[in-house]
């Protein structure tokens, strides 16, 4: 057990749809991570953020949306669904780094796998 | 811009064969942070190693091994003695320097270790 909780751990459902993605990270950890597998693009960087403020973006579409909740925890809102959204959503979580250098190990945990019929 | 490159798609080999994982990083920073992470089946990420652009000492734990040679831009992963546990999907990974933490993967390489 990595310590990062994700749910849910399978999701099926239909274009067109909106689904929800929730991830506790670590104990402690402040940053957040999402990122996406999928067998055509590997695993992509989609979103970061860092207690609670957005801290970098990558690869998002604009259907797809997060945030971080003064808990820690964080939502990844995935809209207006295609076949092509199928994939496995992971979520990562590191410490804070007192130096604000990108040195931190992420930890990940299980992952959520979509698939969109 | 950063790029990594994991030329090999797929290795198989016997148990207790040595392999070599390869993996060549591109980015222009003199400050950057290379890893290893593991894929078994079951799907999880599973973080091996860290190691930053000033230390090019090679690490060993257990049966793995990392090579980091700046001068080539390749950071390899050796496993000694394979087992079947071994048997993952491996992804070699590069950080930048600075305030986000935006891990850039390689393809991957799909280990198949045989008994």
């Known amino acids: 057990d990595s310590g990062v909780t994700q749910t849910p751990k399978h999701l099926i459902t239909a274009t067109g749809q909106r689904v929800t993605l929730r991830c506790s990270p670590r104990?402690?950890?402040?940053?957040v991570y999402w990122y996406q597998q999928s067998l055509d693009q590997g695993l992509q960087f989609l979103i970061q953020?860092?207690?609670?403020?957005e801290r970098a973006k990558g690869n998002i579409l604009e259907r797809f949306s997060a945030q971080q909740f003064p808990d820690l925890h964080s939502e990844l809102n995935l809209s207006s669904l295609e076949l092509g959204d199928s994939a496995l959503y992971f979520c990562a979580s590191s410490a804070p780094n007192l130096w604000g250098s990108g040195a931190n190990v992420l930890t990940f945990g299980a992952g959520s796998r979509l698939t969109v019929l | 811009a950063q790029k990594v490159t994991q030329a090999q798609t797929e290795i198989s080999v016997v148990e207790k064969e040595d392999v070599t994982l390869d993996c060549v990083y591109e980015?222009?920073?003199?400050?950057?942070?290379l890893f290893w992470y593991k894929q078994p089946p079951s799907g999880e990420l599973v973080f091996l190693i860290r190691?930053?652009?000033?230390?090019?000492q090679n690490e060993i734990s257990g049966r793995y091994s990392w090579n980091f040679q700046k001068s080539t831009s390749s950071f390899n992963f050796t496993i000694t003695a394979s087992q079947v546990v071994d048997s993952a999907v491996y992804f070699c990974?590069?950080?930048?320097?600075?305030?986000?933490?935006?891990?850039?993967f390689g393809t991957g390489t799909l280990l198949a270790v045989q008994p």
């Open positions: 104990s402690g950890d402040l940053s």
């Open positions: 990974a590069l950080i930048r320097g600075g305030a986000t933490n935006k891990l850039i």
């Open positions: 980015t222009r920073d003199t400050t950057y942070y």
């Open positions: 190691r930053n652009s000033f230390d090019e």
């Open positions: 953020y860092y207690n609670g403020e």
